[in-house]
């Protein structure tokens, strides 16, 4: 079905940044699979780990436990002192277990009634009905109704409209630190740190969507931890698993029995093919060194982006990087790909997700391709 505008390549063949299409043309590659490849494509100790999964157990189902679930679980539980996680394949799975557990937690200590979730305006959380509701914006609340109730918006960056929308209905607010699809808006250091205080005071709980700026992206591990805040469910998905398909919720102590048999199950959850490709990537880029080296590259992008005559503004943490141009940045990034450059849009803004070990060398020419690109739509 067309549900994507397509651009007319077909990709083959990849390594580190680099792809190549069925003509063995190169591209470089600064959107990731929309930030799924963190290691770049076809990672050797990544292809390692994930075909000796596949030779010597592929699937089981969630009645069993597997070594690589498991691992994985834990080493997500202690790096970021959540309790307990529950794995599905997408992000906005991720996100539907989470909206699940805050309601069933709320219901459990409250009663019924007390079920609306807050998420912010200029949002994105997913696509299947209830995360579309959850989206804060009106575009994607169209044609597929009746769409699941309970959500309600507040602007975002702006505490007043946060406070005024909270009733005694509410059980949660969900965020995203940067609102990625929403065009790479950073959201403020002070202005989530009160809403993250606001909450707690009122047993609200805090829904961190870590789905795009998880992961290392943002030169963390996830991204709130740049903030000053303790999240009570964290969601992840695209890049945890290096390229294979892998979402996980996880939650606080506070919330770590809500959920018991049968309250909750994925078929394909916690696949330990999967998981090892997410064990790989955890292990290599939940370092000190891999995560100053992702800031470090940022800095280096962003200050060769800012160089360009037809950037006006760069928005950027780790290597999510939103650029600001003069001129339509759907039209430059439909050209970038005819230049060799793989790259992303996000609202009015190109948007680069690179692989986190994108090396200097390959940040130089994906930007000298952009620069040319740009000259060329004068
Ligand atoms: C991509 C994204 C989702 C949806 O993830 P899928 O894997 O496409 O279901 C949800 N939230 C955020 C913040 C995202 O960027």
Redesign the pocket.
Known sequence: MHTYGRYDVALKSGKGAAAYDENGRKYIDVSSG??VNSLGYSDDGWVKAVSEQAAKIQHISNYFYSEQSSNLAQKLCELTGLSKVCFGN??????ECAIKIARKYSFDKYGEGRNEIITLKN??????VT?LSATGQDVFHNYFFPFTGGFKYAEAGNIDSLKNTVSDKTCAVML?VI???GGVIILDKDYVSELADFCRERDILLIA?????GIGRTGKLFGYQNYNISPDLV?S??GLGGGL?I?VCMCSEKLADVMGPSSHGSTFGANPVVCAGANYVIDTVSGEKFLNAVNAKGEYLEAKLRKLDKVKNVRRMGLMVGIEIDGDAHEAAGKCVENGLLIITAKDVLRMLPPLNITEEEIDEAVEILDKTLKETE
């Not at 997408?90 to 996100?95: K, L, P």
């Not at 969507?209 to 700026?213: I, M, R």
């Open positions: 929309i930030g997408s992000g906005a799975e991720a996100n949002s994105f959380h997913g696509r299947t995360t995203e609102q990625g699809e969507d870590e789905v795009q700026t969601t998905a695209k398909p979402g």
